[in-house]
């Protein structure tokens, strides 16, 4: 297969033949791989020679067809389609390191993959945009797929993220090998209050040479 023949629910940003660096970037469960947030960290991490595909689940691609807001596929659906993404992208770009990045639930399907020791063999690592500590129902945090991801983690977390914010953080078992980055006064989505003295521009760049500096 070549780049030309790779389905439409996958984007490519700053395309090369054989990239040392590729990065296979899923959206969160609420936006597609379109969304401003989507597109400005896969922007960030091309403009630095880094090969960034961006996809969609099944249940968005659907949505662009018909239009009709639909929940997230179950599980297995959303691992079923990682899995492909990852096979199409080391047949068409053969890269030199594969790194898994997910927005939110995207981040969490991510850790999810390469807790099969099989696949996170091949895997340079996993970088979690947000990770969903907390289900929007329910006080269970979700910890186990971090504990059974087998590749080097990075979580990049806004400091108020709403789903596991830094004090929570705190109090939780997360494993010592995940590495957190924090983001000044973050959201979910690493926005900062006006107030803060931050910009959403600083802390997307921040959140970009966080990635930078783990795949080294």
């Given amino acids: 297969m070549t780049l030309t023949m790779l389905p439409d629910w996958l984007k490519v940003d700053g395309a090369q033949e054989k990239p040392q660096t590729l990065v296979l970037f899923a959206h969160g469960a609420g936006a597609d791989m379109d969304s401003d947030f989507m597109a400005a960290m896969a922007k960030l991490l091309a403009d630095k020679c880094v090969t960034v595909v961006r996809f969609n689940f099944p249940y968005m691609q659907q949505r662009l067809v018909d239009g009709k807001r639909r929940p997230p596929n179950r599980a297995p659906a959303l691992l079923e389609c990682f899995n492909e993404a990852i096979s199409l992208v080391n047949d068409v770009f053969a890269p030199g390191k594969l790194y898994l990045m997910g927005k939110s639930m995207g981040g969490r399907m991510a850790a999810i993959v390469a807790g099969d020791e099989t696949i996170s063999a091949k895997l340079a690592g996993v970088v979690c945009l947000g990770y969903p500590f907390l289900p929007p129902k329910g006080k269970e945090v979700r910890l186990e797929p971090l504990q059974q991801c087998t590749a080097p983690l990075l979580i990049i977390q806004g400091e108020r993220d709403s789903f596991g914010n830094r004090a929570q953080l705190a109090q939780w078992d997360v494993p010592e090998r995940v590495a957190v980055q924090w983001i000044p006064d973050g959201d979910h ?16 760049a921040a959140a970009a040479e966080a990635c930078f500096g783990f795949m080294k």
Avoid: M, V
């Avoid at 989505?189 to 803060?196: A, D, E, F, G, M």
């Fill in 189 to 204: 989505s690493l926005k900062p209050r006006k107030s803060s003295g931050h910009t959403e521009a600083a802390n997307l």
